[in-house]
């Protein structure tokens, strides 16, 4: 029970929660507490110690702020108004706070008002589907569209839909780099006749996909009414991010092991059996090592598209609390960035997991 | 006519100045049901000399017959059992071998296949690691995968390229009574390369030498009339035995110093290694 829980938390990629585990069970203590010191004990060190520089950072700049405020009051209005506004500051009032880099317990406060915010717009939309109910359930026997929901979404609303547009962009990559990839890694004609356009297009910058995938869809979807901001940033993440499933597929492919490509002659394989039954399974390693690096660029780029590309997700909330400026919008900034990288981490930590669940490995084979 | 016949077979690897001759003016004639086994130095083109006969290259000069019949690529007929295992990683013992069956019979039925699977992998004791994957086998129980793959298939030449070079003295003498065991139940004719001359022994009816490369060709060949089953203790007091290994030592000593004697003249070996972790020639002028 014990060796199987272990097992299964290493393979998921918590293993420092192993000495944890052994030194419950009274196992091996000293070096177990060792470990533990190392594995969980530091880690949460170098937490405190980011917050600690943090806080001071954010106070050093915040009264950088403060001071060149008062400043201000003095040399425009006066002493009085200067005395107004360093009393202004320190009341807290959020009329006169100093915009600067938030401290850490300005961003925990607006990470709380963004859920608060979450649980008042859920409760809005399911008072909304109620009321509509009735009515909805007569458009539709008329043959009529429901009536949805068009309020602000909330932040977590804004999660799901960059959620939805990163697997839909990495869907697409995986449909048009593997295959292909795999045609290019079989034909060493087809690999050098089209490998200037992989060496130019791998380095573009996301904004260039974006603007270039725009100027095709708006074209395409001229005389159609619908909105096109979610295709164009999932088709412009997709194009960006397949560049690493492309290059590793077709290497995969192209460097399977000649003990294999003998057997498969050996055994009088056909072609769609030797590609099926031997490239392809002995290239899966490197195939999805490309797949998990096309899902964290997807990830990556991701924001800043659909912050050009006004779609809805985190990249246009960003954008949206940069631009307004009230007080806590630099604080739920910084939340966002959090979310994105935690997010980030776990869509890559699923990729190796299913990828040790699909691939084999060689030890000492 | 030979069952297989080599006639001035030659060939070489690289091109322009890195060109080498590793096989040159190789003739060998192996009869229905024979026991054949070659032994040479690592790196004196063993593998070469089996991978033309199997089909996997083709000879520059001369031509590899089978059967009367050139070869001209693969086929099921001649099961190869290749020096470093060759199994698919990703594929369980029963997958590996039973790709292999599925290839040569065709026409069997699924039912057929699996139990024909499951008979092979019994014959080499390995039924209780049917489903394990090659990385959780021993170096033995890997290799005798590999034999049960190669001999699934029924072919008419089983063409072994160091099947127990990598192993342990111990599996090494088991696997040799079982591979003695199979060949004998239906006298498949067979090739054994080894770079042990107490095996060739032990298990042909001929032992030819591959003199060292570059341009290695055979040497003389060595009949060996000890009557079968024989059994390796009782063979270490036989004096016919004693004798032959003797003279076959002492060929392979003088052919190894003259390469020695040749390096010193300067002459300039191919920088190539084998891809495989070099087996102990040591075996051989020590066993
Ligand atoms: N495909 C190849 N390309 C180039 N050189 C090769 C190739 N195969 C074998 N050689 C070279 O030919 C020589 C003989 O190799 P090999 O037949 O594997 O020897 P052995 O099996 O006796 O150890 C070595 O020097 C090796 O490097
Ligand atoms: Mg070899």
């Known amino acids: 029970m014990k060796d199987r829980s272990i097992h299964v938390l290493n393979f998921v990629g918590l293993g420092f929660f192993e000495p944890a585990i052994r030194l419950a069970t009274g196992e091996e203590v000293k070096k177990n507490l060792v470990v533990l010191f190392k594995k969980v004990f530091l880690p949460i060190l170098s937490v405190g110690l980011f917050l600690v520089v943090w806080h001071s950072g954010a106070r050093y700049l915040y009264n950088i702020e403060k001071d060149a405020r008062i400043e201000k009051a003095l040399t425009d209005r006066g002493e009085v108004a200067a005395n107004e506004m360093r009393v202004c500051i320190e009341s807290g009032d959020i009329g006169c706070q100093p915009n600067t880099l938030p401290s850490p317990a300005q961003v925990w406060t607006a990470y709380e008002s963004l859920l608060s915010d979450h649980r008042i717009i859920s409760e809005k939309k399911t008072a909304f589907a109620e009321k509509v109910a009735a009515t909805n359930a007569q458009r539709e026997e008329q043959g009529l569209v429901a009536i949805k929901y068009t309020g602000r979404p909330s932040f977590v609303d804004q999660i799901f839909t960059s959620l939805k547009t990163v697997f839909a962009g990495f869907l697409l990559a995986l449909f048009i780099a593997v295959p292909i990839g795999i045609m290019l890694g079989l034909s060493e004609t087809l690999r050098s006749s089209v490998n200037w356009l992989i060496q130019i297009f791998k380095p573009v910058s996301p904004v260039v996909w974006l603007l270039l995938v725009f100027m095709i869809v708006k074209t395409l979807t001229r005389n159609s009414d619908t909105d096109s901001s979610f295709i164009i940033s999932f088709i412009s993440v997709g194009l960006c991010s397949m560049w690493a499933t492309l290059v590793n597929t077709s290497m995969g492919v192209s460097s399977v092991d000649k003990d294999y490509i003998n057997v498969a002659k050996v055994l009088q394989l056909s072609v769609g059996q030797k590609v099926f039954k031997i490239i392809l399974p002995s290239s899966f390693p490197l195939i999805f090592t490309g797949l998990r690096i096309t899902l964290s660029v997807a990830w990556m780029v991701l924001i800043a598209i659909e912050l050009l590309a006004q779609s809805p997700g985190l990249g246009s909330f960003v954008w949206e609390e940069f631009q307004n400026g009230a007080n806590d919008s630099n604080s739920k900034i910084i939340v966002a960035m959090f979310v994105i990288g935690i997010i980030g981490f776990l869509l890559d930590r699923i990729m190796l997991t299913i990828q040790k669940f699909v691939t084999f490995t060689e030890e000492n084979a | ?287």
């Open chain 2, 1 to 287: 006519m030979a069952y297989i016949e080599l006639r001035n077979v030659s060939k070489s690897f690289g091109v322009g100045k890195y060109r080498t001759k590793v096989l040159s003016n190789i003739n060998l004639e192996i009869e229905e049901g024979e026991f054949v086994a070659i032994v040479g130095f690592t790196g004196s083109g063993k593998t070469t000399l089996i991978n033309l006969i199997s089909g996997l290259i083709m000879p520059d000069e001369g031509e590899v017959l089978f059967k009367g019949e050139p070869v001209t690529g693969p086929s099921h007929e001649r099961g190869v059992i290749f020096q470093n295992y060759s199994l698919l990683p990703w594929l369980n013992v029963k997958n590996n071998v039973g790709m292999a069956v599925k290839e040569a019979f065709k026409k069997m039925s699924r039912k057929e296949r699996v139990k024909r699977v499951e008979d092979y992998v019994e014959m080499v004791n390995l039924s209780p690691a049917i489903h394990k994957l090659p990385k959780e086998l021993s170096g033995g129980m890997r290799q005798r995968v590999s034999v049960t793959r190669a001999l699934s298939m029924s072919p008419d030449v089983i063409l072994m390229d160091e099947p127990l070079s990598a192993l342990d003295a111990l599996t090494r003498g088991n696997l040799q009574q079982e591979i003695l065991k199979i060949w004998n139940k239906d006298k498949k004719t067979a090739l054994l390369i080894t770079n042990d001359v107490d095996e060739g022994i032990l298990m042909a009816d001929r032992i030819i030498p591959l003199k060292p490369g570059p341009k290695a060709t055979l040497g003389p060949e060595y009949k060996i009339n000890l009557e079968r089953p024989r059994d390796k203790t009782a063979l270490n007091h036989n004096e016919e035995y004693k004798k032959l290994r003797n003279s076959i030592i002492e060929y392979l000593i003088q052919i190894g110093e003259q390469r020695a004697s040749k390096k010193e003249n300067n002459y300039i070996l191919p920088d190539i290694k084998p891809k495989m972790k070099p087996t102990s020639f040591r075996r051989l002028s020590f066993s």
